[in-house]
């Protein structure tokens, strides 16, 4: 489901573009209804650091980034976008100038330029949505894109177990079919629990993506690629997705999707 190192960059300049568009004629003190708390100006600055840090990161692979400097955000809308500019063609151009297999750090288990690449692109793209939602603007999502993205975030970011914690599974299997890209993703549902480094306890609901374990799913959801993708970033209300199978399945889905990724 992964695209190619140059599929990747290809998207991360096109969403990259886009986002900047919107926000270029986008009142500042909009409201982004996928990120309550900031207003559009917020959001503008917010992709300008991460893509200003991850450029840092390439540049001096396979550092840590223990001595990133922050930049300092600018007062002026005019000037942030200038700085975006800027900032989104330094991590586009380190990233250019990188191999996947490169090492690099990352917050991952993935410790790869090609983690990046794949992270940035995505991360774009989410965010374009949330700038044309705040915009009141749409645009259509590349459904290969949308697809891995699916994928990405079930696999990276509600999937992940990190090493204090452990995965119990269930005999229990819920799966995505994309319809558009005729591709699926198995899930298997399960308990997370442990003691994190601050000492809270942790013991939730969580899932596991799996290959196809050869059995059928308990339950079934089905759409295309981007209502998939913007439902479960909730950005989206799920209205073009299909359920089928055992609702009780979906639900333990649900309230795994439901908690903050962090």
């Not at 000037?79 to 380190?94: G, I, K, P, T």
């Not at 994190?196 to 339950?219: K, M, Q, R, S, Y």
């Amino acid at each position: 489901m992964k695209l190619d190192s140059e599929d990747y960059l290809r998207h991360l300049a096109s969403e990259s573009s886009r986002f900047r568009e919107v926000l270029s004629s986008c009142e500042p003190s909009a409201r982004v209804p996928g990120c309550p708390d900031w207003n559009a100006a917020d959001l503008l600055w917010h992709l300008t650091e991460v893509q200003d840090f991850w450029a840092h990161v390439v540049t001096h692979r396979p550092k840590a980034p223990d001595d990133y400097p922050d930049p300092k955000r600018p007062s002026g809308h005019t000037e942030m976008l200038a700085v975006f500019d800027e900032r989104s063609r330094a991590l586009q151009d380190a990233l250019a100038a990188a191999e996947a297999p490169d090492e690099a750090w990352t917050w991952s288990t993935e410790q790869t330029v090609g983690f990046i690449m794949r992270r940035q692109a995505l991360e774009a793209l989410v965010h374009r949505v949330d700038a044309e939602q705040a915009a009141g603007a749409e645009s259509p999502l590349d459904a290969a894109l949308a697809a891995d993205g699916v994928d990405e975030v079930l696999d990276v970011m509600y999937g992940g177990c990190p090493p204090w914690g452990s995965f119990s599974p269930l005999p229990h299997y819920l799966r995505l079919d994309i319809t558009d890209t005729d591709e699926q993703v198995w899930v298997q549902l399960g308990r997370f629990s442990g003691d994190d480094a601050e000492g809270t306890h942790h013991d939730e609901d969580d899932i596991h993506v799996v290959a196809d374990p050869g059995v059928e799913p308990d339950a079934v959801i089905s759409g295309a690629a981007a209502p998939l993708l913007t439902r479960l970033w909730r950005r989206g209300d799920g209205s073009e997705i299909h359920l089928a199978g055992d609702l009780k399945i979906v639900d333990h889905f649900r309230q795994v999707i439901h908690q903050p990724i962090n």
